[in-house]
């Protein structure tokens, strides 16, 4: 899931505020509850801590009337939600639910609120795994990528460069491994590409906005005109595609001709064959 500026548009900031901490907020209401008790029972030494940095962050790489201008500037729109990793949601959490349990002298109710404590860490949150391909290689790589990679380099050869055309920006990091595989795409622009409707593609046709036109095939499956399409891979110098298997391309590219290397569990591989 991403959250675009031209999406959310005023409501960016919120829209990744939402995002970073979606399956987590019993911890961030139990933050806030402890960022009011600092106040209420007045202590400054943890509100020097956990507080002023708060504030000093909505003043400034929470808001929107700053933040639009700096992300503008530098490229931040991908890569925001980041800013909102330095909370200390995690620290000032432990440090709590610590004080709730010392705070208690008999050692039943000392044991039971901790007993408590745990229980609630364990059901607010989600496991770090859900959902998630863990990586068992030594380039700690998710395991499709690597699959990818090889399937690739099978073809072209370990030493030589080649040009990828991907539907997914998680891909990327193939590059990590191997920095002979180039990207066709920036990985900014896979990632934030929107197709809205066919108004948007006569206008890519139009300009030959080639950048454009790939990333409405390979993210949306969207096809148009055979002969735009070659021209387009043409442009961008593309050797190979890595298709999300989803999007239901391959009888499609192999009309072109392209010849299938093979299949992850997610992705289709395609050499291009001029």
């Known amino acids: 899931m991403s959250v675009t500026i031209k999406e959310y548009g005023s409501d960016f900031i919120y829209g990744v505020f939402?995002?970073?901490?979606?399956?987590?907020?019993?911890?961030?209401?139990?933050?806030?509850?402890?960022?009011?008790?600092?106040?209420?029972y007045k202590k400054d030494d943890l509100k020097s801590v956990f507080l002023h940095p708060?504030?000093?962050?909505?003043?400034?790489?929470?808001?929107?009337?700053?933040?639009?201008?700096?992300?503008e500037k530098i490229n931040l729109e991908i890569r925001f939600a980041r800013m909102f990793w330095i909370?200390?949601?995690?620290?000032?959490?432990?440090?709590?639910?610590?004080?709730?349990i010392f705070s208690v002298s008999k050692l039943s109710l000392k044991i039971l609120v901790a007993a408590m404590s745990v229980a609630f860490v364990a059901i607010a949150g989600n496991l770090s795994s859900d959902g998630t391909n863990i990586a068992t290689n030594i380039?700690?790589?998710?395991n499709e990528s690597l699959q990818v990679h090889d399937l690739i380099k099978e073809?072209?050869?370990?030493?030589?460069?080649a040009v990828l055309l991907a539907s997914e920006a998680g891909l990327y990091r193939i590059r990590e491994l191997d920095p002979s595989l180039k990207m066709a795409l920036e990985r900014s622009y896979v990632r934030t590409f929107e197709y809205t409707d066919d108004e948007q593609l006569q206008r890519l046709i139009e300009k030959k906005n080639y950048s454009g036109l790939l990333a409405t095939t390979v993210r949306f499956g969207i096809i148009f005109?055979?002969?735009?399409?070659?021209?387009?891979?043409?442009?961008?110098?593309?050797?190979?595609?890595?298709?999300?298997?989803?999007?239901?391309?391959?009888?499609?590219?192999?009309?072109?001709?392209?010849?299938?290397?093979?299949?992850?569990?997610?992705y289709s591989v395609f050499k291009i064959v001029s």
Request: charged letters at 20%.
């Open 18 to 40: 939402d995002m970073a901490f979606e399956g987590i907020r019993p911890y961030l209401l139990l933050y806030f509850i402890g960022i009011l008790l600092l106040i209420i």
């Open 54 to 71: 708060i504030i000093a962050l909505c003043l400034t790489a929470y808001n929107p009337y700053i933040m639009f201008y700096v992300m």
């Open 87 to 100: 909370i200390p949601l995690a620290l000032f959490m432990a440090y709590l639910l610590t004080s709730l």
């Open 139 to 142: 380039y700690k790589l998710d």
């Open 155 to 161: 073809d072209c050869g370990k030493d030589k460069e």
């Open 225 to 266: 005109d055979e002969v735009l399409f070659r021209e387009s891979i043409a442009k961008k110098q593309v050797d190979y595609l890595v298709i999300n298997q989803k999007l239901q391309l391959d009888d499609y590219f192999w009309s072109l001709g392209y010849t299938r290397l093979g299949t992850t569990d997610n």
